[in-house]
T-cell receptor
Framework: AQSVAQPEDQVNVAEGNPLTVKCTYS??????LFWYVQYPNRGLQFLLK??????LVKGSYGFEAEFNKSQTSFHLKKPSALVSDSALYFC???????????FGRGTSLIVHP | GAGVSQSPRYKVAKRGQDVALRCDPI?????LFWYQQALGQGPEFLTY????????KSGLPSDRFFAERPEGSVSTLKIQRTQQEDSAVYLC????????????FGPGTRLTVT
């Protein structure tokens, strides 16, 4: 079985400050991890993924995520938040033997001017 | 290039009516997924196609739900005798293959059953 937890329903940050959106996972075997962003009335857009290799993954719009195997975490980060980053963020995981990803409940990021 | 498109974007159905939701994936994408997204939740898996073959339909909530992808491109999700609990956003996603590839999502169809 595979599962994802996003412990924060909402994250508030001031524009220009660093942001972190948390994600922890549970999976058998090696995890494939993904972050997606969803703007109002839009589908999910892919941000970045970890499959193997460097633990720090860089993605779209200046976002990055750090894979931590010992803590089973894959937190999303950005050094300097923009108001336009305000959206819903979803973490997803799948095992190497599965083709179906499991999504978290989502975290609403609100960046204040 | 063109992304994943879905139609209609919004559908209001009276309880008991049948509905059909369409998905046009990105050209050349082998894998196609359908998800159901309730308000305040993440996408929940419904069914998966690899080309025209429906390899997994374990997420379909009842036998009122049926999906097809007859030519390995466009897919249709059909819901028969709609119920109020079917109200949700239905998302379609495609990917190059089922392995490590990320998914590309359509804008979704918001179904409201009255």
């Amino acid at each position: 079985a595979q599962s994802v937890a996003q412990p924060e329903d909402q994250v508030n940050v001031a524009e220009g400050n660093p942001l972190t959106v948390k994600c922890t996972y549970s999976v058998s075997g090696n995890p494939y991890l993904f972050w997606y962003v969803q703007y109002p009335n839009r589908g999910l857009q892919f941000l970045l993924k970890y499959i193997t290799g460097d633990n720090l993954v860089k993605g779209s719009y200046g976002f990055e995520a750090e894979f931590n195997k010992s803590q089973t975490s894959f937190h999303l980060k950005k050094p300097s938040a923009l108001v336009s980053d305000s959206a819903l963020y979803f973490c997803a995981v799948k095992s190497g033997g599965s083709y179906i990803p499991t999504f978290g409940r989502g975290t609403s990021l609100i960046v204040h001017p | 290039g063109a992304g994943v498109s879905q139609s209609p974007r919004y559908k209001v159905a009276k309880r008991g009516q049948d509905v059909a939701l369409r998905c046009d994936p990105i050209s050349g994408h082998v894998s196609l997924f359908w998800y159901q997204q309730a308000l305040g939740q993440g996408p929940e898996f419904l069914t998966y196609f690899q080309n025209e073959a429906q390899l997994d339909k374990s997420g379909l909530p009842s036998d009122r739900f049926f999906a097809e992808r007859p030519e390995g491109s466009v897919s249709t999700l059909k819901i028969q005798r709609t119920q109020q609990e079917d109200s949700a956003v239905y998302l379609c996603a495609s990917s190059l293959d089922r392995g490590t590839y990320e998914q590309y999502f359509g804008p979704g169809t918001r179904l409201t059953v009255t």
